[in-house]
C-alpha cells in the first residue's frame, strides 16, 4: 500500500497505489457520511449525470482498510488546473457548482472545493473526491465557499479581466489564488461586474479585517439553505458569464484555410497522410503531441482510436482545441498549455504532492511536427539536447525537420545574428541517430520539410 | 474583570469554538472571515431568491400567453 504523496490533509480518508491502481481508504470517520452519500441517492444521482466518477467497494489482500476501501474509475492521465485553459476551468467550476446544488437536495454539501478534486476523463470534467460530502449543517454557512472563490473564481476572472498568463499563478498558489492578491491584480472596471464586486472584492475586504480583528462579531454566523443556494446561483451565474475573447494568436490561425503561410493546401493533405501512416506504423495507443498548435494532428490520432494528451504553450489555440473537441464530443483528446521550454514542475509539500508533467504516465509515441525549429533556433538548444529530450519521454517519435530557408525559420532568424551554422538535415540525422533508428523518412510534397519516423534505440 | 469584559471574552473563545468543534471531518480552513461574509450577505442573497422567483413567475406567465395566442 503506497499512499498518494498529495492524499495526507482529510481525515475522512486517503488515496493509495496497490499493484499499479488507484484506491480511496475511507475511515471509521467518515461512515455516516459515506452512508447517505450512498443511501440517499446522491451518489446514484451524480454518476447518472456523469458528474461524479463512479467506484466500487474491494477488499484488497494485504491492505489494512480501516472503514471501507473503494476502487475508482481510473483516470488515464493527471492534470491541475494550471494547465487548463480558461474554458475547461470555467467547466470544471461550474461543475462543483451543480453538484453542490444537486447535493443539497439530499441533505449534503461539498465540505471543499479545490480544483484538485476535478479530473478530466473522456474530454469532459469529473468529480473525482467521493469523501468531499458531509451531512449538510441547517443554517451554517458554506465552508467551502473560501475555497471555491481562490481556486476558481479568481484565476476565472483574471483571466478575463487581467490577462490569461494569472491563471499561472495557481501554481505558485497551491491553495488558490488570495483574494486580496486578485484585487490588487484586477483593474477598476471589474469592481463594475455586480458578482465580482461582492465575491471577489467584498469578499478580501472582509476577509482582511476579520484576520486582523476578532472583536467585531459576536454572535455565531446564521446562513439559511435558501441563501445558500442562492449564493450557489449568485456564482454559478457570474461565471456562466465570464467570457475569454484572446487576441488573434499566431498560432490559432496556424492551420486555418486560407491563412496558412506555411503549407499548400496539398503538402498539409500530404503531411496528414504521412502522419496517420506513421501513427499506424506505430501501433501507437497513448500519444503527446508536443506543440499541438489547435489539434488539427491530434484529432488524427483520436480518430484512429489513440488517446491524445495534446500539448501546446498557447492558451488560445488549446482553447480553441477544447472548445472544438466539446462541439465534436471527442473523447479521446486532453489539450493542455505546456510550455514545453518550462514545463509543470512537481510542487506542493516536499515538491511531492502535485507531479511535474515528466512524472505523469508517459507516452509510447510522441508527435514532434513543426516543433524543432522552435526548440533549437527559437530557444537555442542543441540537437543533442532535444534528442535527449524526446528519448527520454517516449520510444517512438514522429518528428518533422524544419530547414533553415523555411519561411517560419526565416520569421524566428529575423533580426537575429545567424549562430546557428549547424542547424541543417545531415546535423539533426546525425545527432538524433545516437539515440534513435530512423526507420522511415519522407518530403512533405511541394514542401522542403521532412517527417521522420523514429524509434528509440 | 467586571462582567461586560467576561461576556467579551466568552464570545472570542465560543465562537471559534463552535466553528471548529462541529467540522471535525471537515478539514480545510473555510476562513474566519469568509464565514463571517457569507452571513452578512444571506439577506441580499435571500432577497435575490425573492426577486428570482418574481422574475421567473413572471416570464412564465408572459409565456403561457405566448402559448395561448399562438393556438
Redesign the interface.
Known amino acids: 500500500m503506497d499512499r498518494v504523496p498529495s492524499s495526507f490533509?482529510?481525515?475522512?480518508g486517503f488515496i493509495f497505489m496497490h499493484n499499479s491502481k488507484i484506491y480511496r481508504q475511507i475511515n471509521h470517520?467518515?461512515k455516516n457520511?459515506y452512508e447517505q452519500l450512498m443511501e440517499s441517492g446522491l451518489y446514484e444521482k451524480l454518476v447518472s449525470i456523469g458528474a461524479l466518477i463512479p467506484h466500487k467497494e474491494v477488499s484488497l489482500s494485504g491492505c489494512e482498510s480501516n472503514y471501507k476501501i473503494i476502487e475508482p474509475q481510473q483516470i488515464p492521465f493527471i492534470s491541475y488546473s494550471y494547465e487548463w485553459c480558461f474554458e475547461q476551468l470555467k467547466d470544471a467550476a461550474l461543475l462543483v457548482l451543480q453538484i453542490q446544488k444537486i447535493a443539497l437536495d439530499f441533505d449534503m454539501s461539498l465540505?471543499?472545493a479545490?480544483s484538485f478534486n476535478v479530473q478530466f476523463l473522456k474530454g469532459k470534467p469529473i468529480f473525482i473526491d467521493s469523501l468531499s460530502f458531509?451531512k449538510y449543517?441547517a443554517e451554517?454557512?458554506?465552508?467551502?465557499?473560501?475555497?471555491f472563490?481562490e481556486f476558481f473564481l479568481a484565476p476565472l476572472v483574471l483571466i478575463t479581466h487581467t490577462d490569461y498568463r494569472s491563471e499561472k499563478l495557481l501554481q505558485t498558489n497551491i491553495n488558490g489564488i488570495p483574494l486580496d492578491l486578485a484585487v490588487k491584480l484586477l483593474p477598476l472596471n471589474a469592481r463594475f461586474n455586480p458578482y465580482i464586486f461582492?465575491h471577489i472584492f467584498?469578499?478580501a475586504k472582509?476577509?482582511?479585517?476579520?484576520?486582523n480583528n476578532?472583536?467585531n462579531?459576536?454572535k455565531?454566523?446564521?446562513?439559511?439553505k435558501?441563501?445558500l443556494?442562492?449564493?450557489i446561483?449568485?456564482l454559478k451565474d457570474c461565471i456562466k458569464d465570464l467570457q475569454w475573447h484572446p487576441k488573434n494568436s499566431v498560432w490559432e490561425n496556424y492551420y486555418n484555410d486560407g491563412d496558412c503561410e506555411s503549407y499548400e493546401s496539398s503538402s498539409l493533405e500530404n503531411k496528414k497522410e504521412l502522419v496517420s501512416k506513421y501513427l499506424t506504423e506505430t501501433k501507437a495507443e497513448f500519444l503527446w503531441d508536443l506543440g499541438a498548435n489547435t489539434g488539427l494532428f491530434s484529432k488524427i490520432a483520436a480518430k484512429k482510436g489513440i488517446s491524445v494528451i495534446s500539448m501546446d504553450y498557447d492558451a488560445a489555440a488549446i482553447e480553441k482545441s477544447y472548445k472544438e473537441i466539446k462541439d465534436c464530443n471527442e473523447g479521446n483528446i486532453l489539450p493542455l498549455v505546456i510550455d514545453l521550454i518550462n514545463p509543470s514542475p512537481s510542487i506542493g509539500w516536499k515538491n511531492n504532492e502535485r507531479d511535474s508533467i515528466f512524472n505523469r504516465k508517459h507516452p509510447d509515441t510522441v508527435l514532434a511536427l513543426a516543433l524543432i525549429h522552435h526548440l533549437a533556433i527559437g530557444n537555442n538548444l542543441p540537437f543533442s539536447e532535444i534528442a535527449s529530450f524526446f528519448s527520454e519521454t517516449s520510444n517512438n517519435l514522429i518528428i518533422e525537420f524544419v530547414p533553415k530557408d523555411d519561411k517560419q525559420v526565416q520569421l524566428i532568424l529575423r533580426g537575429r545574428e545567424d549562430i546557428f551554422e549547424w542547424y541543417n538535415k545531415d546535423n539533426f540525422e546525425k545527432e538524433f541517430s545516437k539515440l534513435f533508428s530512423i526507420k522511415e523518412k519522407e518530403t512533405i510534397s511541394d514542401s522542403k520539410r521532412i517527417i521522420y519516423l523514429m524509434e528509440k534505440k | 474583570m467586571n462582567t461586560k469584559r467576561k461576556l467579551?471574552l466568552l464570545?472570542?473563545i465560543s465562537?471559534p469554538l463552535?466553528l471548529f468543534s462541529?467540522?471535525?471531518?471537515?478539514?480545510?480552513?473555510?476562513?474566519?472571515?469568509?464565514?463571517?461574509?457569507?452571513?452578512?450577505?444571506?439577506?441580499?442573497?435571500?432577497s435575490?431568491?425573492f426577486f428570482?422567483n418574481i422574475k421567473d413567475s413572471t416570464v412564465n406567465f408572459f409565456k403561457k400567453i405566448k402559448k395561448i395566442k399562438k393556438a
Open positions: 490533509r482529510d481525515p475522512s470517520s467518515y457520511n465540505k471543499d479545490s458531509e449543517k451554517k454557512p458554506w465552508i467551502a465557499y473560501k475555497q472563490c461582492l467584498l469578499h472582509k476577509q482582511s479585517e476579520y484576520s476578532h472583536s462579531f459576536k455565531e454566523p446564521h446562513f439559511s435558501r441563501a443556494i442562492e449564493l446561483n449568485n | 467579551e464570545t472570542y465562537i463552535i462541529e467540522q471535525a471531518y471537515a478539514y480545510i480552513d473555510p476562513g474566519v472571515g469568509s464565514y463571517i461574509f457569507q452571513a452578512m450577505i444571506a439577506g441580499v442573497l435571500s435575490l431568491f428570482r
